[in-house]
């Protein structure tokens, strides 16, 4: 996949994981981070854990996993500053 595939799909699945988690986005970068950074963690989860293959190009089983991956890291993200900010 190229590098505008991975933003697209980043964007798409960190925007996606933000409203599942928070109801509100984080904003165009950092969604776009954990969306890539969720595309990475879920293609490893699915893969080690479920062998199946993980992001596999630009479509929706991809997206699936993206946000799947996102919504992890979007969940760890919220527990790690929440305490600091206590």
Do not use: C, Q
Request: hydrophobic share 60%; no cysteine.
């Amino acid at each position: 996949m190229g590098i505008i595939a991975w933003l697209i799909l980043g964007l798409i699945a960190g925007f996606i994981a933000s409203k599942i988690v928070n109801k509100t986005g984080e904003g165009l970068v950092m969604d776009i981070v954990l969306g890539v950074v969720g595309a990475f963690v879920g293609g490893w989860v699915f893969t080690h854990f479920f062998g199946s293959p993980g992001v596999t190009g630009l479509n929706l089983y991809s997206l699936f996993v993206a946000v799947l991956g996102a919504i992890l890291v979007l969940v760890i993200y919220h527990l790690i500053f929440r305490r600091r900010a206590i």
